[in-house]
């Protein structure tokens, strides 16, 4: 009996005759600038959510001091009911 024959191991190709990559075809110039741009941005997002969240918390505190000059608000919600006097 023969033996059966393996089919052959195809070469690798080459790291140059992969295709170009858009990075590798946009001016070093102006990645630089694109990246400026995005990390820009980014920081831009992050002052937004920033701001939003401190927003937040502003009118958390203007609700507790509110709440905290209401009587009502106070006797409803003290902790003792009186009966401990």
Avoid: H, W
Avoid at 22 to 33: A, E, G, Q
């Amino acid at each position: 009996m023969a033996k059966k024959q393996r089919p052959a191991v195809a070469p690798k190709p080459a790291a140059q005759d992969k295709p170009a990559t858009l990075k590798d075809l946009i001016n070093p110039d102006v990645l630089s600038k694109l990246q400026a741009q995005a990390d820009a941005m980014k920081a831009a997002e992050a002052k937004q959510k920033e701001d939003a969240r401190q927003q937040i918390v502003d009118a958390r505190k203007a609700e507790q001091k509110r709440l905290e000059n209401d009587f009502e608000y106070l006797l409803n919600n003290s902790g003792t009911k009186g009966t401990k006097y």
